[in-house]
């Protein structure tokens, strides 16, 4: 088996400190290996956006390691860890998060444009990634001028442009409703299933029904795991 | 009644044999609810009891009878597409049996029955989402995909409830501890006021 692409390893993030001290993730360990789509899931308060913003190196870890693509980022500087962000993570948010006075594309490829890549790159870069989420032709629309399902697949398509290959998603979905939503997720797993590393943190089982592996947190502790099963069951009664 | 009025909506289509329906019934369904042949003969048999099919002619050279609607066929036909499907009495829940004696017997982690119950939930959710993957690409791929997503929202209203009575369970038994504690302070008040 390959090196898994996300690694959190014995994780734990504490807000505040002594007497106030809140534990909001405790000894959290995951992988995502290329490949696969992982699903966390738990009640409001239990962790699990926590555990996003430190797979995301949005935050640190007040112990244990975050690894993404074997490089462990306890050891990188803020503007390391800005880099890490914007070449290696993706992430799809409730509420797209798309710039509004940028087009489509100009959404898509920012972080093209952050690391200097020569416009007329970032704009084929651009069309691709569009192109691969179905959305081929509205490069040059704003936001506004999009659907919900539309600009979740924008953000989905910015989530992977370059050599991004980790996409976190918090509750992408939310707005959506469920035919739009299930669209997005089909998407996703597409995306995953053509090598990229997901990790999808929502509330809601159907959603979390796409993933290869759902953890469940409480209290910020992982109490279990759910694998799909390989097997052809025998999923409908037979009439007798 | 889903087999006799499935069967009737085939046969308004026009006259079949019984293993013809038993095919027909299968693809338009997705293949979900596998059919037994010599149900299908049952149900013809008593659907030609009461009044509603008749046999299109005499046996073919195998023996094998085509059915066809009667004038009253076509009615309960049609009428069963304009009436809701109705509702049977809530069947014994095993899941809810076993929470509702979860919760009231003591030394049992309620808690830990309902996360065991909701693993296996998302374990079948899984298998059931795997299954739709490939995108419809006829009608009868629509029927399969439409009779999955039935499945689908069952399922995830279990997980919903499973949720529903974890949180209820926290929330009134904090409610339950916070009122005893409360009544443990008074009393203690109280005897304190009388020693004085």
């Known amino acids: ?240 | 009644m889903s087999i006799p009025n499935s069967l009737l909506a085939l046969l308004a289509e026009g006259p079949r044999y019984g293993a013809q329906l038993k095919s027909d019934f299968e693809t338009r369904t997705g293949g979900t609810w596998p059919l037994n042949v010599g149900q299908v003969y049952t149900t013809l048999s008593r659907l030609e009891r009461d009044g509603l099919v008749t046999a299109d002619g005499p046996p073919d050279d195998e023996g094998k009878i085509r059915y066809r609607l009667t004038d009253r066929g076509v009615e309960a036909a049609t009428a069963w597409w304009a009436t809701p499907v109705m509702r049977e009495p809530a069947p014994r829940s095993e899941l809810a049996i076993k929470l509702a004696l979860a919760v009231t017997s003591p030394g049992v982690d309620v808690t830990s029955v309902v996360q065991v119950q909701r693993r296996s939930a998302l374990t079948h959710l899984q298998d059931l989402t795997r299954l739709k993957r490939a995108p419809a690409r006829d009608d009868n791929d629509l029927a399969w995909y439409l009779v999955l997503e039935h499945l689908i929202f069952a399922t995830e209203s279990e997980v919903r409830w499973l949720d529903h009575v974890e949180s209820t369970l926290a929330r009134t038994r904090a409610s339950i501890r916070e009122s005893a504690d409360q009544s443990t302070v008074k009393h203690s008040d109280q005897s304190l006021q009388e020693q004085r």
């Open chain 1, 1 to 240: 088996m390959s090196q898994p692409y996300l690694v959190l390893d014995d994780v734990s993030r504490i807000h505040g400190s002594g007497d106030l001290a809140v534990p909001a993730l405790i000894g959290a360990n995951l992988t995502v290996q290329r490949g696969e789509l992982v699903a966390v899931m738990g009640p409001s308060g239990s962790g699990k956006s926590t555990l996003l913003n430190l797979a995301g190196a949005l935050d640190r870890p007040s112990s244990g390691r975050v690894l993404i693509d074997a490089v462990d980022l306890s050891a990188l500087s803020a503007r390391q860890l800005a880099g890490i962000r914007r070449r290696k993570v993706g992430f799809v948010f409730q509420d797209f998060n798309l710039v509004p006075s940028l087009t489509a594309a100009e959404n898509v490829f920012l972080p093209l444009e952050l690391d200097a890549l020569p416009l007329s790159d970032c704009r084929l870069q651009a069309d691709q990634a569009l192109a691969e989420v179905d959305l081929d032709g509205v490069g040059d629309r704003f936001p506004d001028e999009l659907s919900g399902g539309e600009r979740q697949r924008v953000a989905i398509a910015r989530a992977l442009i370059g050599e991004r290959s980790l996409v976190l998603a918090d509750e992408p979905t939310g707005a959506l409703d469920t035919h739009t939503g299930d669209l997005v997720l089909r998407l996703l797993r597409d995306r995953c299933d053509t090598g990229a590393a997901g990790l999808l943190v929502t509330h809601d089982a159907r959603l979390a029904a796409w993933a290869d592996r759902v953890v469940f947190l409480r209290d910020g502790r992982v109490v279990d795991t759910a694998v799909a099963s390989d097997s052809d069951l025998p999923l409908f009664q037979v009439t007798p």
